[in-house]
Each structure stands twice: as C-alpha cells, then as structure tokens.
C-alpha cells in the first residue's frame, strides 16, 4: 500500500525558513515523480514544486528562487527547504506521487498525503 | 504558466442526475494532459482522470472526461449521494503543473 507522510509544518515568523519532508513507502521511490501541493484553508490547490525521478526540479511561480526541492532515494524521502517565508505561503502542504501507465509516467499523482500545515506570522 | 478556469464556481444538481463540469485553459495543453480530482471536505483530493480522458484506477465509468486543446469537460453520468464534492482540474503537461480554481458541486 501507498503511503506518504508529510511532517515538518509549525509556526514560522516571516522571513523565517523551514524543511518540510515526506517519508514515501509501499512503492519503489526512486521511479516516480513527486510533487509538492498546497492549500490554503479554505481556498483552492495550488501546485508548488515537484521533482522528476531523474532529478529534474520545477517549481510554481510564486515559489521560484525562495523554495527548494530534493529527494534522497535512500531514505524514500521527498523534501521541501523553504526560505523567505511569507504569510501567504501560509498552507497546508501535501506531498504526491506521480504515477507511470504502460510506457509513460505523467506528473498527474494518484497518490496523496494528508498534509502538514505550514503558519507563517509573527 | 497556463491559467485554467473552471465554470461553472458551483453547480447544484440532484442524485441520478447528469454533471457537467468544464475547465478552460489560456493556451493549449500540451499532449492534452490534464487531470481531474475530487476533494471532499477534510481529505486529499483523489485522481479521476488524467491524460483528459482516462479513468484513473478503480475510478467508477460515471466518470469520464473529455476534450482537447483549451476545452475540456469532466461528465458525471448519473450522480451518486458521494459524488458531491468539489472537482479540480490540473494541466499535467507544461510546468508549472497549474490547477483550476475548482468547482463546487452540491445538492
């Protein structure tokens, strides 16, 4: 069975930084896509950053040169180092998998966490 | 980035019957890659369709999804007490990987 846990949110001051992780199991980690989602309460999904299996980082515009994205295939583990933290990154963050059909992988996720909340406020 | 659109904001309908939701990007969506979700309320969304078309595992066939280019649809055929949720569509081919604002459907 799938399984991702989000850990790492709390209560950050502006300007503040944090490392969020995802402790992945139940499928071959290194093969997949992940990506990070956000939420804020209330509000719609947004789409934050992600990592491809070989490596490649992307990332959401509003994220772009304050927030970076790694994995460590040896520990199954997807991670999310964000800096110049701002109220309105104020969210709850989950973490997702990609996912792969016949001959392709597609960063669509069929798998999802349940979040950890992220605060950002003095 | 592309920008999708989501109409109608909320759509009320009935058990048994028909939904039809739309998404609308700001350019063309490469390979048609896109993707539904469903969220209910407190949970992660779940996967319905991705690629505009394809049922994402064990994903009932009241589902299906259509369209191409910068016009796609998600249909539910006859709608379940469950179905009641609000449905997101996601552009999975060009990054940044953009969701729609999202559509409420409710009894």
């Known amino acids: 069975e799938v399984q991702l846990l989000e850990s790492g949110g709390g209560l950050v001051q502006p300007g503040g930084s944090l490392r969020l992780s995802c402790a992945a199991s139940g499928f071959t980690f290194s093969d997949y896509a992940m990506s990070w989602v956000r939420q804020a309460r209330g509000k719609g999904l947004e789409w934050v950053s992600g990592i491809g299996a070989g490596g490649e980082r992307l990332y959401g515009d509003s994220v772009k040169g304050r927030f970076t994205v790694s994995r460590d295939n040896s520990k199954n583990t997807l991670y999310l180092q964000m800096d110049g933290l701002r109220a309105d990154d104020t969210a709850l963050y989950y973490c997702?998998?990609?996912?792969?059909?016949?001959?392709?992988?597609?960063?669509?996720?069929?798998?999802w966490g349940q979040g950890t909340l992220l605060t950002v406020s003095s | 980035e592309i920008v999708l659109t989501q109409s109608p904001g909320t759509l009320s309908l009935s058990p048994g019957e028909r939904a039809t939701l739309s998404c609308r990007a700001s350019q063309s969506v490469s390979y048609n890659y896109l993707a539904w979700y469903q969220q209910k309320r407190g949970q992660a969304p779940r996967l319905l369709i991705y690629g505009a078309s394809s049922r994402a595992t064990g994903i009932p066939d009241r589902f299906s999804g259509s369209g191409s280019g910068t016009d796609f649809t998600l249909t539910i055929s006859r709608l379940e007490p469950e179905d009641f949720a609000v449905y997101y569509c996601q552009q999975h081919g060009n990054s940044p990987y953009t969701f729609g604002q999202g559509t409420k459907l409710e009894i």
């Open positions: 997702a998998k990609g996912f792969c059909g016949s001959d392709i992988c597609y960063w669509a996720t069929d798998h």
